[in-house]
């Protein structure tokens, strides 16, 4: 009987952050009886972890699967799996080996005894949003050109999945906005955003509200999306916003129900840093 962990990861209180599935045992399973448990499990994806592929037994071969499909990155689920192995292996550095490429995460225990991920992702990619696409997307949320914060250009970015980035000005648009789900998972799936869209509103100097759509995999908003927060900061470096100096929060979940803090951290060139923790549901 495949032994299933139910965990929540980036969780900003008592009854935050996302829900992730994770399964430490996954070597003979069959993409089917992945897919099966992924859509048992219900949450925005689950994690499966293979056998070990080196010699230093720190590093593992993973996959994820929504309900949908399987992807080929999921941050939080990433996190929730870093926690479960060093819980089971014990604290220290590990390498993910995703269908994304390599992730390489630093564990450690806090003062209190809880686990703390630091999640490199791999090299990310920024690239510009076509304007005809962007025309399509706005439209699809109820969005003009105009709601967007004209200091941060729409774009592309990429650190595991494909997310598109855009910021709003305005607090109240930012919070109101609505969609009809379906049609923008079709643009989603024509796109290859394997991720989310990813929706943003500078609140202070180096800290965001977030707000990350995905009903490509079923699910209309993510709670917390790590792979979005990596893409954040790849997005941010690239227009010249951040530096090595600043950590960058952001404050996610909110609009339904379950409140969520992601920081990252953004080097000169390279991966972007995540850090946060999980915890068992």
Request: hydrophobic fraction near 40%; charged fraction near 20%.
């Amino acid at each position: 009987m495949t032994n299933i962990l139910r965990m929540s990861a980036f969780a900003d209180g008592d009854g935050g952050g996302n829900p992730a599935g994770v399964v430490l045992d996954a070597a003979n399973l069959s993409d089917d009886q992945m897919l099966r448990i992924a859509q048992e499990v219900g949450y925005s994806e689950t994690a499966f972890v293979g056998s070990e592929t080196d010699a230093t037994g720190r590093r593992y071969q993973v996959r994820y699967w929504s309900p949908a499909a399987e992807v080929p990155f999921c941050g939080h689920a990433s996190v929730a799996t870093a926690v479960a192995l060093a819980e089971r292996d014990g604290v220290g550095g590990l390498t993910l080996a995703t269908r994304a490429g390599d992730v390489a995460i630093d564990t450690e225990r806090n003062d209190h005894g809880a686990i703390q991920v630091a999640m490199t992702s791999v090299a990310p990619e920024v690239r510009d949003l076509d304007p005809v696409i962007l025309d399509s997307l706005l439209d699809l949320l109820g969005l003009v050109p105009t709601d967007l914060d004209p200091r941060f250009p729409p774009r592309e970015s990429f650190a595991g999945n494909w997310h598109p980035v855009l910021v709003l000005a305005d607090r109240e648009i930012f919070n109101q906005f609505r969609f009809a789900p379906k049609a923008v998972a079709e643009l989603m799936k024509r796109q290859g955003w394997t991720g989310t869209v990813t929706v943003l509103r500078e609140v202070g100097r180096d800290d965001f509200a977030a707000r990350n759509l995905f009903p490509v995999g079923r699910i209309t908003e993510d709670p917390a999306t790590g792979s979005a927060a990596a893409s954040v900061g790849a997005y941010l470096r690239s227009i010249g916003y951040a530096s090595p100096a600043s950590a960058i929060t952001i404050h996610q979940g909110s609009h339904v129900g379950r409140p969520s803090l992601l920081t990252i951290c953004v080097p000169e060139e390279g991966g972007i840093i995540v850090t946060g923790s999980a915890s068992l549901l």
